[in-house]
């Protein structure tokens, strides 16, 4: 087929016919070859284009040929035809998605024009005219200048002609020319085109209008006229409020906007009058007649009033203001009252009308209002409240049965059985009576939900009811394995929130359920320190130390307890029981040894370091005795336990820092000794940096600086990129002066720890006055939460004298995370107040720092390891941190070993303690007199007890079969 379908044959030049030449007669052959044999219908490939049996007969057997390859072509189109149309509709959509038509594009606004009625149809606007927005001689306006604009709003005054006299006349005497300009016909013609603008923003057909006025009448309110410009954008607002009403007089918002434009323009009278003729227009619409009223005098306003309630006898709104014109509680309730005859359904008038009213006649309202608005339950907990026990029962039984889904009316029963006495047992069976009840109705809440109501009931006093609640509902959707997180999580909020007892209650069921968890029991023990009574704290801690006998923090806790309380016989035999069931504890020997040593008993605290060395001999255990002996003057004694600590424990740190310092400043010092302990030290325990520093400091003191760059180099050779070391290099090149390589050596360390808070504050310290301010920057942009970087910005502004930034910035501090633990913060926050603020200020932040109770910074440790200062307090600390205080803060840092000082009193003697609170670690009990553990000491090292023990306080009896402890 498609070779007959090719090009026809064409005349051929003489010469060729691609075939060979016919020997007919007369050229016949030659005459019937009649293809085009030209250049341009060759192909290298296909060779000649066109037909070649062009002049053969078309017979039958071609039209069955031709038939049989039409059927086979057609059989193979339709076996693609299927897959070709999804392909090709695929790709229209995709085509009508990218560059969708416009009818496509408002398709559904077509379809919302089928909703449509006539009368909206009707109501279209006219297109407007821009027939002759391509003219080309359109009105031209030339520019006002400047000066006549800004002389203009100089005036004070309209001015309503021109004077000729004034600048206009002819300067030729007798040749004035009689110029005079009518400026209110400039006014009028004004107007006039004002009105045309206003008439084409609105609708021709309907008057509705374009501009919204409800949006208008707000900034009326504020509205002050002042210039000639304001006047004229007065007389354009009227006038776009006057077309509105006139157009459109039944449209409410124009009327009212209108009026309080004239209101602001100072026209009241005029307000008034057209507000009146917008009540005519609108009388159906509430907020035209309040705003009559308000234009009017309380006497005018109750008449409008009354008019407005004969139009909209049912508006609350109308009632409400009609009330509000009295002054009088009695009348204001009968205005209330007659309001609810008309309607009775209005909890807002019930609620108003309540509130008015004495007991008597409010409990006679609300058994009215119950049975008008009886789903209301606000007013049937109102008259419950109201009413007296029994009656109040009543009550509540009958609102169960209106209203069985509310559990506000459980709670509410529970409560008024807790306020009449009943115990916690009933509350307990209401409960679970009231989610049976919610359950049976469908009412299923969950335990957010229920923990909001247990706040709720102890917000109002209801403390049982609180209870009940969470004793039923805490476990309710919490998996087993989450229980105990999310207990805790839940008694934390509360805490948060202020609600101690229900995060009281979280804790006893959480106890409940898992007795033998000491973290629980030391959550618990902590909320009763703080919020609690000594009473509660008792009896938790011996509960949980019944419980948990291994937890040693517990034992601890309830022993400094009973100190704190001034109980001594039981904080002894607290510490008998706790040795009994540890015998082998660290801390509870640290404990008993501190108990003598706070209260000066220095003879009966060495035989109990002795037991404690023999029995468990931890490093710490050694080191305590080394300490007691150098506070006691005993150095030759001290060294001599220190070498015998570091044989039995070579790889404790602080016994070579704590030797080579007793080597170093002891009368007769020994510096290569000490040097020895240094070194041994560095290389068992390279990774302690205390002891890299000391051993600096100590080669600098002894020695030449070269050798103290060196101990640094090694140093920062096993600890890399370590910040104390690269502050212990910075302040050696300070102390030497040599700035330059102090610089240098400050960015190396910036370099090397970027993102370090104590290397930033210090680059703060060192860096001259007119850069500080920059670094502080910089420093804030890398770490702005660092404690180290807020307290040397508060050092910056307190040397600046700026003394509110300084009070501010030692404020964050504190509050940021381990900024409390800084206790030069405090010496200086203490200085500042006692130097600049009142005594008062100065005693909260001494109160303030005893409570934080600090142990870090950079004089305070020095003070308060000082051998002298064992026994001083916080206070006396603190006062001495202060006095060293420099303002300066390039200035370097005090000697390495100060000299012991006196410590200065505060401001105002504080209240007379009892006894000092001294600096205790968590959870051990010290500062007890000297007998205190003499009885435990007996008790714990003999088979049998003394005759003379203390009475050991008997803890409430185990529970039945032993719950197993945990291991620590």
């Not at 309907?206 to 000639?228: A, F, Q």
Request: some cysteine.
């Amino acid at each position: 087929k498609s070779i007959e379908q090719g090009v026809k044959p064409t005349a051929q030049p003489p010469g060729g016919r691609g075939r060979g030449r016919s020997e007919g007669p007369s050229g016949a052959g030659e005459s019937d070859d009649r293809g085009d044999y030209s250049e341009s219908n060759y192909d290298e490939f296909a060779g000649y284009g066109g037909s070649l049996f062009n002049n053969v007969p078309y017979d039958a057997e071609d039209r069955e040929a031709d038939a049989i390859y039409a059927s086979v072509d057609d059989n193979m189109d339709a076996r693609r035809k299927r897959r070709r149309e999804e392909k090709a509709k695929e790709q229209s959509e995709k085509y009508r998605q990218a560059q969708p038509k416009i009818s496509q594009m408002f398709a559904a606004e077509k379809k919302e024009l089928g909703k449509l009625s006539d009368d909206d149809w009707a109501n279209l606007p006219d297109s407007a005219d821009r027939k002759q927005r391509h003219k080309r001689d359109r009105e031209k306006y030339t520019p006002v200048p400047d000066e006549i604009i800004a002389g203009a709003r100089l005036e004070a005054q309209p001015v309503g002609y021109i004077d000729p006299s004034a600048g206009l006349a002819t300067p030729m005497p007798g040749m004035a020319t009689p110029v005079i300009t009518n400026l209110s016909a400039m006014k009028d013609a004004k107007e006039q085109v004002l009105s045309l603008r206003l008439d084409k923003v609105g609708d021709s057909v309907t008057g509705r209008t374009n501009v919204d006025p409800v949006g208008y009448m707000t900034s009326l309110k504020s509205m002050k006229i002042r210039t000639e410009g304001d006047m004229a954008d007065l007389e354009k607002a009227r006038a776009l409020f006057t077309s509105v009403v006139n157009t459109q007089p039944d449209h409410a918002p124009g009327w009212v906007a209108l009026a309080r434009l004239e209101e602001v323009a100072g026209r009241s009278s005029v307000a008034r009058r057209v507000i009146a003729q917008g009540c005519k227009a609108c009388p159906e619409n509430e907020d035209v007649w309040i705003e009559h009223a308000r234009l009017q005098t309380p006497e005018n306003a109750r008449i409008v009033l009354a008019d407005a309630v004969k139009n909209l006898p049912t508006s609350l709104k109308i009632w409400l203001a009609a009330a509000n014109l009295e002054t009088d509680p009695k009348a204001k309730g009968r205005v209330y009252r007659k309001a609810l005859e008309i309607i009775p359904n209005s909890v807002q008038l019930w609620k108003a009308a309540v509130e008015l009213e004495e007991r008597e006649d409010a409990l006679i309202l609300l058994g009215r209002a119950v049975e008008c608005v009886p789903t209301c339950v606000e007013m049937w907990l109102a008259l419950a409240r109201l009413e007296n026990y029994e009656n109040a029962r009543k009550v509540l039984n009958r609102a169960r049965k209106v209203i069985p889904t509310e559990p506000q009316i459980w709670l509410m029963a529970i409560r008024l059985e807790e306020e009449a006495g009943k115990g916690p047992e009933l509350a307990d069976r209401l409960f679970e009576k009231a989610l049976a009840s919610l359950r049976q109705h469908n009412v299923v809440l969950g335990r957010e939900q229920w923990l909001q109501h247990a706040q709720e009931a102890e917000a109002a006093g209801s403390i049982v009811t609180a209870q009940a609640i969470i004793k039923q509902t805490i476990g309710q959707g919490v998996e087993e394995t989450d229980r105990k997180a999310t207990w805790v999580n839940d008694a934390e909020a509360c805490l948060e929130r202020g609600r101690v007892e229900c995060a009281r209650a979280i804790y006893q069921h959480a106890l409940a359920v898992f007795p033998g968890k000491k973290g629980l029991w030391a959550r618990a023990a902590l909320l009763e320190q703080d919020k609690g009574t000594p009473e509660r704290l008792d009896q938790l801690l011996g509960r949980a130390t019944t419980y948990c006998p291994q937890a040693e923090t517990l034992w601890l806790m309830w022993a400094k307890a009973k100190w704190r309380a001034g109980d001594l016989p039981t904080a002894r035999a607290v510490l008998a029981e706790a040795f009994k069931a540890n015998p082998n504890s660290e801390q509870i020997w640290l404990a008993a040894v501190k108990l003598e040593w706070e209260s000066t008993q220095i003879e009966r605290a060495r035989p109990l370091l002795a037991r404690a060395r023999e029995r468990c001999g931890t490093p710490r255990v050694w080191l305590k005795s080394a300490i007691l002996e150098r506070q006691q003057g005993c150095t030759a004694e001290a060294i001599r336990m220190l070498r015998e600590a570091i044989a039995l424990h070579p790889e404790f740190p602080k016994f070579y820092l704590m030797l080579a310092q007793l080597l170093a400043a002891a009368p007769t010092a020994d510096i290569p000794a000490a040097r020895q302990a240094y070194t041994e030290g560095t290389q068992r325990c390279g990774s302690f940096i205390p002891l890299w520093v000391s051993f600096v400091e100590f080669e600098e003191r002894h020695s030449t600086a070269s050798r103290a760059r060196a101990v640094l180099d090694k140093a920062r050779a096993k600890n890399l990129a370590n910040d104390e070391l690269w502050v212990a290099a910075v302040r050696l090149e300070r102390r030497q002066g040599d700035e330059k390589a102090m610089t240098a050596v400050m960015a190396r360390a910036l370099q090397a720890c970027p993102d370090s808070g104590r290397l930033w504050a210090e680059a703060i310290a060192v860096a001259p006055k007119s850069q500080q301010k920059q670094r502080i920057v910089d420093a804030l942009k890398k770490c702005p939460e660092s404690p180290h970087v807020l307290f040397v910005t508060a050092k910056v502004f307190y040397q600046q004298g700026n003394l509110p930034k300084a009070r501010s910035w030692l404020e964050r501090t504190i509050k940021c995370r381990g900024g409390e633990d800084i206790g030069d913060a405090w010496a200086v926050w203490y200085k500042l107040e006692s130097e600049h603020g009142t005594p008062q200020a100065a005693l909260d932040i001494a109160a303030r720092c005893k409570a934080a109770d600090p142990h870090h910074g950079e004089l305070w440790p020095q003070t308060a390891k000082e051998p002298t200062h064992w026994a001083w307090t916080t206070d006396q600390i603190l006062t001495t941190v202060a006095a060293r205080f420099r303002l300066d803060s390039r200035a370097p840092i005090d000697a390495l070993y100060p000299a012991p000082l006196v410590p200065p009193p505060l401001p105002v003697a504080p209240p007379k303690q009892e006894e000092p609170q001294p600096k205790a670690e968590p959870g051990v009990v010290v500062a007890a007199p000297a007998t205190a553990i003499a009885t435990a000491t007996a008790t714990a090292t003999s088979t049998q007890p003394t005759a003379t023990a203390a009475p050991v306080m008997a803890p409430p009896p185990p529970p039945p079969g032993r719950v197993k402890t945990e291991p620590r």
